[in-house]
């Protein structure tokens, strides 16, 4: 199973998916605008199973994430909004909604600085709801009354956004970190240099050790001391 961002070619078969599995509906146009105006944020979940008889057969497309970023948000925070989200019967229990759910939040962080996401579910919804709450961590914010089209009440939603912050600042860090392996492996001189002895010795003394390298070890500090004792401060 392949996740990637949702394509323009792609936006016919993400329809069908959404027609055939959700009553809220959209015009291609529609769709067409996500992916043109936020193109990293829309994500598609491709079945690779099924080998192409030819190259213009169409992906199998068999779950979307459709994704925006809110343009005037009514408190001045830059934050996502999920617009849709499906996966066909066949392929749920796959967790293929929560690495589609994941992918997005994780580009909206990156590309655009999100601070937090939201998104609507009705209330009559209970899978939905479970995974948006129990599985990633949503938190129901307030009820928005006759939300849907059939007057149905919705769920508004939210989840902040930090911990995808947080976990791509330690990705940093650690890149910024090198590991260098240090093995001492001078001969011996003496009466243990003769052949075939220390050969234990060595072996017992032969030790490695891992040394970090960089920004770890506050390279700046050690230059400064360095030339400081070269002034003869």
């Given at each position: 199973?392949?996740?990637?961002?949702?394509?323009?070619?792609?936006?016919?078969?993400?329809?069908?998916?959404?027609?055939?599995?959700?009553?809220?509906?959209?015009?291609?146009?529609?769709?067409?605008?996500?992916?043109?105006?936020?193109?990293?944020?829309?994500?598609?979940?491709?079945?690779?199973?099924?080998?192409?008889?030819?190259?213009?057969?169409?992906?199998?497309?068999?779950?979307?994430?459709?994704?925006?970023?809110?343009?005037?948000?009514?408190?001045?925070?830059?934050?996502?909004?999920?617009?849709?989200?499906?996966?066909?019967?066949?392929?749920?229990?796959?967790?293929?909604?929560?690495?589609?759910?994941?992918?997005s939040q994780r580009a909206m962080v990156e590309t655009f600085g999100a601070q937090y996401v939201s998104l609507h579910v009705r209330m009559s919804n209970v899978a939905a709801l479970r995974l948006y709450r129990d599985t990633l961590g949503f938190k129901i914010e307030k009820?928005?009354?006759?939300?849907?089209?059939?007057?149905?009440?919705?769920?508004?939603?939210?989840?902040?956004?930090?911990?995808?912050?947080?976990?791509?600042?330690?990705?940093?860090?650690?890149?910024?970190?090198?590991?260098?392996?240090?093995?001492?492996?001078?001969?011996?001189?003496?009466?243990?240099?003769?052949?075939?002895?220390?050969?234990?010795?060595?072996?017992?003394?032969?030790?490695?050790?891992?040394?970090?390298?960089?920004?770890?070890?506050?390279?700046?500090?050690?230059?400064?001391?360095?030339?400081?004792?070269?002034?003869?401060?």
């Amino acid at each position: 199973m392949d996740i990637r961002v949702l394509r323009p070619s792609d936006i016919p078969h993400v329809q069908t998916a959404n027609i055939t599995n959700l009553p809220e509906n959209y015009f291609c146009k529609y769709y067409l605008y996500h992916a043109l105006s936020w193109p990293q944020l829309s994500y598609v979940a491709v079945d690779s199973s099924r080998p192409q008889k030819t190259p213009y057969d169409p992906p199998r497309i068999v779950g979307y994430v459709l994704a925006k970023m809110e343009e005037d948000p009514p408190d001045g925070v830059q934050h996502g909004h999920i617009t849709s989200l499906s996966v066909m019967r066949t392929h749920r229990r796959l967790g293929l909604a929560e690495k589609l759910m994941k992918q997005s939040q994780r580009a909206m962080v990156e590309t655009f600085g999100a601070q937090y996401v939201s998104l609507h579910v009705r209330m009559s919804n209970v899978a939905a709801l479970r995974l948006y709450r129990d599985t990633l961590g949503f938190k129901i914010e307030k009820v928005e009354a006759k939300y849907y089209a059939d007057e149905e009440d919705a769920y508004s939603m939210k989840m902040d956004l930090g911990f995808i912050r947080e976990q791509a600042l330690d990705a940093e860090d650690e890149e910024g970190e090198e590991e260098v392996v240090v093995l001492d492996e001078g001969e011996e001189v003496g009466d243990a240099g003769k052949k075939g002895e220390g050969e234990a010795e060595k072996k017992k003394s032969g030790k490695k050790r891992k040394v970090k390298v960089g920004r770890g070890l506050g390279v700046g500090d050690l230059v400064e001391r360095n030339e400081a004792k070269e002034a003869g401060v």
